[in-house]
T-cell receptor, first 111, second 113 residues
Framework: QKEVEQDPGPLSVPEGAIVSLNCTYS??????FMWYRQYSRKGPELLMY????GNKEDGRFTAQVDKSSKYISLFIRDSQPSDSATYLC???????????FGKGTTLSVSS | DTAVSQTPKYLVTQMGNDKSIKCEQN?????MYWYKQDSKKFLKIMFS???????INETVPNRFSPKSPDKAHLNLHINSLELGDSAVYFC????????????FGEGSRLTVL
């Protein structure tokens, strides 16, 4: 079983839709959870970062972590064409080890 | 003023050649990384340096050799290029190795013919 699983999509939604992106992970030792956004031909950039189970909100974005189910989600409300990008979950195991990235979900929001 | 800059952005070369990619960060970070992103967008760590010291060396062929002359620079040299080396190589930096927030460069797209 891979350490991090993420459905690559692609996911196409109309403008204004609520988008749900998800990752599952296998090792309960993972301690911190991130979502990166990558526009075409650009490097990934950090979008959300959380340590604990529960929800974290930032504008139209909500990151949700359920450690008991080993499941993390990113919700995008009122999606915009500018949200069209690849979203990568990233999980950190412990201090001094590299982040493990999911394969990314490509999202397209049409106007 | 670009935070993490890589050169060149594009490389097209023949199998068997040697090539280098350079990376510089002006964020004052202690830790730098090389990641490889394949055609399916899978991003995988290759190397990490912390204050010029190699910390992480994933299962990467010996043909790949990183070098960090100082903590602001991390270069990647690839010998005897193979078709499977075609990918986008990203340099990244973070405040420390404990920090999950990575700052990525724009990538160097390598095509091996």
């Amino acid at each position: 079983q891979k350490e991090v699983e993420q459905d690559p999509g692609p996911l196409s939604v109309p403008e204004g839709a609520i988008v749900s992106l998800n990752c599952t992970y296998s090792n309960s030792a993972f301690q911190y959870f991130m979502w990166y956004r990558q526009y075409s031909r650009k490097g990934p950039e950090l979008l959300m970062y959380t340590y604990s189970s529960g929800n974290k909100e930032d504008g139209r974005f909500t990151a949700q972590v359920d450690k008991s189910s080993k499941y993390i989600s990113l919700f995008i409300r009122d999606s915009q064409p500018s949200d069209s990008a690849t979203y990568l979950c990233a999980i950190g195991r412990q201090a001094g080890t590299a982040l493990i990235f999911g394969k990314g979900t490509t999202l397209s929001v049409s106007s | 003023d670009t935070a993490v800059s890589q050169t060149p952005k594009y490389l097209v070369t023949q199998m068997g050649n040697d090539k280098s990619i350079k990376c510089e960060q002006n964020l004052g970070h202690d830790t730098m990384y090389w990641y490889k992103q394949d055609s399916k967008k899978f991003l995988k760590i290759m190397f990490s340096y912390n204050n010029k010291e190699l910390i992480i060396n994933e299962t990467v062929p010996n043909r790949f050799s990183p070098k960090s002359p100082d903590k602001a620079h991390l270069n990647l040299h690839i010998n005897s290029l193979e078709l499977g080396d075609s990918a986008v190589y990203f340099c990244a930096s973070s405040t420390t190795l404990l920090d999950g927030e990575l700052f990525f460069g724009e990538g160097s797209r390598l095509t091996v013919l």
